[in-house]
């Protein structure tokens, strides 16, 4: 069995955009969602990695000239033109109840900007209005299109007075109840209130929160928009002067340097109410526990409830998101299963899926299989991991499901990846240490059976992330994926 794609480089070009990947530079463009026949012919490589570059290029020279910072007394921050007369908007924590400030362009020019409204109900959104003596601005476009879980995210801000920063990465979850969404392009101070860009280079969403370890402060890859449906309402307010005139809102950046130590095997009860830590981008509840972890070592966390919807998230040592979940330990229950990447201390951020949610929770840490060395004996297994696609789980832009995985690999490594399932056609995807695709498989056997392989040795070393998808929509149930 084969997709029928009718031009291959689109075809993988799609399927990089719907994940967040880099085409590989090294090889042509082929169709991911072929069986992989790779080839060195190195122009087609480049007009692949020519044309992923224009994209970014394009994106940043449309947009940065209506990306601005804001001074505000104390604070910093940026901000998105939106109309040519100088309507600015940003987020209500950059402003602070300050009635005027200092908007700097990105080709110098400075404006006083009057606030001239805030979100109500505690939206973090404020609205600016420059005094342009009648100067006509750069201006940002609103989306119109629907945001997807996978397509690619630009942002454009300063952090740390850096103006004219341009991040890229992609959407990670969308949370349509609380107006949010997920991403891990890079955001750090100074960027809250700055666009959240889609690949025309039009607004989807005004970057507002970032988790931080605690340690400078920095992105760890979670970050947070305010989407363009209550952005969309907050400028009809405005026009309509129906908008809030103060704003209370507090720091919004949580410190996750308080962290329990948790113990493998030991099952701790915990709390989620008004004296855990908070969210405030969306006022959900959370508990921050660590653990000494090995490369190699494969866990288990699970977080258990009865009172409240679980939410579980898992960073590595270096403070980057690792793996989340919502509801794979069933009901209201969350359960991360991961093999580590790195040997050193990890984060669980016990949090809650819906705004405000309290109550008790079971959280345990178990270890599936000890660390295992990178390179293993001939036989041995690296990863033997077992999965379920369902409903909520990651999707690509064909609606297929998808979970990802990881190992640790050397330079000249021959590996095996197969992942085997009685319930479905199976599809492998993996990537490289840089996050590029290097190799794929539908079928073992050309349309012979519902199992996928990949063999291959490993072009260098470092941590390689392993896509395992279902070849179409109707795809789910279990599977086991090997590494050896």
Request: charged share 15%; net charge negative.
């Amino acid at each position: 069995m084969s997709r029928q794609i009718l031009t291959p480089p689109a075809a993988l070009l799609a399927f990089s955009t719907a994940i967040g990947l880099q085409i590989a530079s090294g090889f042509a463009p082929v169709d991911l969602l072929q069986p992989h026949r790779w080839s060195s012919g190195q122009p087609n490589a480049a007009l692949a990695q020519d044309s992923d570059e224009s994209i970014s290029i394009q994106v940043y020279e449309q947009a940065s000239p209506a990306v601005v910072a804001i001074r505000a007394g104390e604070g910093s921050g940026s901000g998105s033109i939106v109309t040519a007369d100088g309507l600015v908007i940003t987020n209500a924590h950059v402003i602070d109840d300050v009635s005027v400030v200092t908007v700097r362009l990105a080709d110098g020019r400075e404006f006083q900007g009057d606030v001239i409204g805030y979100g109500s109900d505690g939206q973090d959104l404020a609205a600016i209005q420059l005094r342009t003596q009648g100067e006509t601005l750069p201006t940002i476009p609103v989306a119109t299109s629907p945001v997807r879980v996978g397509q690619r995210a630009f942002a454009i801000g300063s952090p740390f007075g850096l103006q004219g920063t341009f991040t890229v990465g992609i959407v990670s979850r969308l949370d349509r109840d609380r107006g949010l969404i997920q991403t891990d392009a890079a955001s750090n101070p100074g960027n809250s209130g700055g666009p959240l860009l889609n690949s025309a280079g039009e607004l989807i969403g005004v970057n507002t929160s970032i988790f931080t370890n605690g340690q400078g402060g920095g992105s760890i890859g979670i970050g947070f928009a305010i989407t363009t449906s209550e952005v969309r309402d907050f400028l009809v307010a405005v026009e309509e002067g129906n908008t809030a005139q103060s704003s209370t809102l507090a720091s919004n950046r949580p410190d996750l340097s308080n962290a329990e130590p948790l113990a493998f095997g030991r099952s701790v009860q915990g709390r989620l109410d008004d004296g855990s830590n908070v969210l405030p981008v969306d006022s959900s509840y959370f508990d921050v526990y660590s653990f000494e972890g090995q490369a190699g070592q494969e866990i288990s966390i699970d977080m258990i409830s009865s009172e409240f919807n679980a939410y579980l998230i898992l960073l590595t040592p270096e403070g980057l998101n690792l793996e989340q979940d919502n509801d794979s330990g069933g009901a209201s229950n969350a359960r991360v299963t991961v093999q580590l990447p790195d040997d050193g201390t990890y984060l669980i951020l016990a949090n809650s899926f819906e705004s405000g949610e309290t109550g008790s929770y079971q959280l345990q840490i178990t270890e599936a299989s000890p660390a295992i060395a990178s390179q293993p004996a001939s036989g041995s297994y690296i990863l033997d991991q077992p999965g379920t696609l369902a409903p909520g789980d990651n999707t690509l832009g064909d609606g297929s499901l998808f979970d990802t995985h990881t190992f640790s690999g050397e330079a000249g490594q021959p590996v095996v990846i197969t992942m085997e399932s009685p319930d479905f056609d199976t599809f492998l995807v993996l990537l490289d240490p840089s996050g590029e695709p290097i190799a794929d498989n539908d079928d073992i056997v050309a349309g012979s059976n519902l199992n996928s392989q990949i063999q291959i040795a490993l072009p260098q070393s470092g941590v390689y992330r392993i896509i395992a998808n279902a070849f179409d929509a109707s795809g789910r149930g279990r599977y086991r994926l090997t590494v050896r």
